[in-house]
């Protein structure tokens, strides 16, 4: 499976973006899917997840209640929706897919997209 992540930008503080995750090749529907985040000079952290199939969501605590992910099986596209942006919010994007729901730590999954820029200003 490849993925290939879109959607970054630049935003202003209080703004929104939509992320983009689409796959190509067999198996989208088998993996659970997540993103993550990575700041300049920091460690890459979990964002949100979501369940191969029922549609349920994990969510970092900083980000609950400000982003939602979602899925299309049909369209092998993931999104995550980012709503009331903060500056500590810009990072580089990444989404992933792995065989454990929730999975939190980003040696549990098995590809990842090249990452798309999200910048906030103020």
């Known amino acids: 499976v490849q993925l290939q992540a879109s959607g970054g930008g630049l935003v202003q503080t209080g703004g929104s973006l939509r992320l983009s995750c689409a796959a190509s090749?067999?198996?989208?529907?088998?993996?659970?899917m997540g993103w993550f985040r990575q700041a300049p000079g920091k460690e890459r952290e979990f964002v949100a997840a979501?369940?191969?199939?029922?549609?349920?969501?994990h969510y970092a605590d900083s980000v609950k209640g400000r982003f939602t992910i979602s899925r299309s099986n049909t369209k092998n596209t993931a999104y995550l929706v980012m709503s009331s942006l903060k500056l500590e919010d810009t990072a580089v994007y990444y989404c992933?897919?792995?065989?454990?729901?929730?999975?939190?730590?980003?040696?549990?999954?098995?590809?990842w997209g090249q990452g798309t820029q999200v910048t906030v200003s103020s």
């Open positions: 992933g897919l792995c065989r454990r729901d929730g999975a939190d730590g980003e040696y549990e999954y098995d590809y």
């Open positions: 090749g067999y198996g989208f529907s088998n993996y659970h």
């Open positions: 979501i369940h191969r199939s029922d549609g349920s969501t």
